[in-house]
T-cell receptor
Framework: EAGVVQSPRYKIIEKKQPVAFWCNPI?????LYWYLQNLGQGPELLIR????????DSQLPKDRFSAERLKGVDSTLKIQPAELGDSAVYLC?????????????FGPGTRLTVL | AQKVTQAQTEISVVEKEDVTLDCVYE???????LFWYKQPPSGELVFLIR??????QNEISGRYSWNFQKSTSSFNFTITASQVVDSAVYFC???????????????FGTGTRLTIIP
């Protein structure tokens, strides 16, 4: 069974440029998560989708971040414009069932460097 | 608010030694889940264990064991006879199910970087 797929694995951009990350969850998983992981820290939830609906986006900085999961399968996270402080690893995860009670399957992440 | 503390930032042990990773949590809920995840250098977090708040029975899985103590709000992880492949960052996480029902999310600790020296 294929795991969570993310691309690109690495991205280097100049500040003020836009950037997008893509995630394809495990087949059949209705819940998809985007996390931000700063260096030396644990992952922090940015947004959670149940199928195509964003059910928790309270931690998403909506002035520059946006996300979509149009058909309830794969998802895209966008930053526009990027700032120096956005340099981090962006992790995608998926699961099936009650979000807080089940294990999540993580992708390898996208490491973003903003210069 | 839920909080997870992993006070050990980095630990190094020689191969075959036993090592315990500490995790202390804070929650006002009586219903919650605790998790441990492993993050190897490849980057993706790998699920190790889930424990609900009503099950204080300790668990052993091969060289791994977990000690859950509600009285001290701790959920410690022990690796017996450590191996080089155990080198990774380990995260403890908490999910409250009652106060956040319908909006559950994992709160991760800051992680412990474990290095096994050959």
């Amino acid at each position: 069974e294929a795991g969570v797929v993310q691309s690109p694995r690495y991205k280097i951009i100049e500040k003020k440029q836009p950037v997008a990350f893509w995630c394809n969850p495990i087949s059949g998983h209705n819940t998809l998560y985007w996390y931000l992981q700063n260096l030396g820290q644990g992952p922090e939830l940015l947004i959670r989708y149940e199928n195509e609906e964003a059910v928790d986006d309270s931690q998403l900085p909506k002035d520059r971040f946006s996300a979509e999961r149009l058909k309830g399968v794969d998802s895209t996270l966008k930053i526009q414009p990027a700032e120096l402080g956005d340099s981090a690893v962006y992790l995608c995860a998926s699961s099936q069932g009650l979000a807080g009670a089940v294990k999540q399957f993580f992708g390898p992440g996208t490491r973003l460097t903003v210069l | 608010a839920q909080k997870v503390t992993q006070a050990q930032t980095e630990i190094s042990v020689v191969e075959k030694e036993d090592v315990t990773l500490d995790c202390v949590y804070e929650t006002r809920d009586t219903t919650y889940y605790l998790f441990w995840y492993k993050q190897p250098p490849s980057g993706e977090l790998v699920f190790l264990i889930r424990r609900n708040s009503f099950d204080e029975q300790n668990e052993i899985s091969g060289r791994y064991s977990w000690n859950f103590q509600k009285s001290t709000s701790s959920f410690n992880f022990t690796i017996t006879a450590s191996q080089v492949v155990d080198s990774a960052v380990y995260f403890c996480a908490l999910s409250e199910l009652w106060s956040n029902f319908g909006n559950e999310k994992l709160t991760f600790g800051t992680g412990t970087r474990l290095t096994i020296i050959p």
